[in-house]
T-cell receptor, first 114, second 116 residues
Framework: AQKVTQAQTEISVVEKEDVTLDCVYE???????LFWYKQPPSGELVFLIR??????QNEISGRYSWNFQKSTSSFNFTITASQVVDSAVYFC???????????FGKGTRLHILP | SAVISQKPSRDICQRGTSLTIQCQVD?????MFWYRQQPGQSLTLIAT?????????ESGFVIDKFPISRPNLTFSTLTVSNMSPEDSSIYLC?????????????FGPGTRLTVT
């Protein structure tokens, strides 16, 4: 069975600090897709990134970066120079196929303190 | 990207009644999904809305309680039937879009349901 674990339930950091959100996944399949979503207080889910299992390159998008390591089954998300607007719940997720359901982790609530 | 809208955005309903939530996508999509997010919890898939056939339900969810329609490639509805306070949740519609042989999955803004 597939599983996504986000061990950090809640994190608080002061603005401008860097913060890493951890994500560990479990699957026996060799083909899968990993996601990160942001859910701000308004409630909508914002798509951040999708990574397939054959692409282990790290990705950087502005202040956001993702570290995908198949050896440790991890797909961690780092926010550099955090801002108050980054405060949200962040979900890591996994799917095996394009047409399949997405399995979500329990989420990490991130508080950026001014 | 796809823009997904949901109606209503929120509602307060009495127990025993039913509510139908509408999901509209601004482009044709193959796969649409309905998720539930209970207060302070993660997202749980209710069902996959298939165009032209019955929805596929996940364990713990049944058609009598959550009937789903998918009349075309841009629209779906979810009905929450015979509601109880335990149905108070955010209900989110989701759709997959394909671009350059790859895909993304987007979510609607959600419908915040309170059952009294």
């Amino acid at each position: 069975a597939q599983k996504v674990t986000q061990a950090q339930t809640e994190i608080s950091v002061v603005e401008k600090e860097d913060v890493t959100l951890d994500c560990v996944y479990e699957t026996r399949d060799t083909t899968y897709y990993l996601f990160w979503y942001k859910q701000p207080p308004s409630g909508e889910l914002v798509f951040l990134i999708r990574r397939n299992s054959f692409d282990e390159q790290n990705e950087i998008s502005g202040r956001y970066s993702w570290n995908f390591q198949k050896s440790t089954s991890s797909f961690n998300f780092t926010i550099t120079a955090s801002q108050v607007v980054d405060s949200a719940v962040y979900f890591c997720a996994l799917t095996l196929n394009r047409d399949d359901k997405i399995i979500f982790g329990k989420g990490t609530r991130l508080h950026i303190l001014p | 990207s796809a823009v997904i809208s949901q109606k209503p955005s929120r509602d307060i309903c009495q127990r025993g009644t039913s509510l139908t939530i509408q999901c509209q996508v601004d482009s044709q999509v193959t796969m649409m999904f309905w998720y539930r997010q209970q207060p302070g919890q993660s997202l749980t898939l209710i069902a996959t809305a298939n165009q032209g056939s019955e929805a596929t339900y996940e364990s713990g969810f049944v058609i009598d309680k959550f009937p789903i329609s998918r009349p075309n490639l841009t629209f779906s509805t979810l009905t929450v039937s015979n509601m109880s306070p335990e149905d108070s949740s955010i209900y989110l519609c989701s759709a997959q879009t394909f671009r350059d042989s790859d895909y993304e999955q987007y979510f609607g803004p959600g419908t915040r349901l309170t059952v009294t």
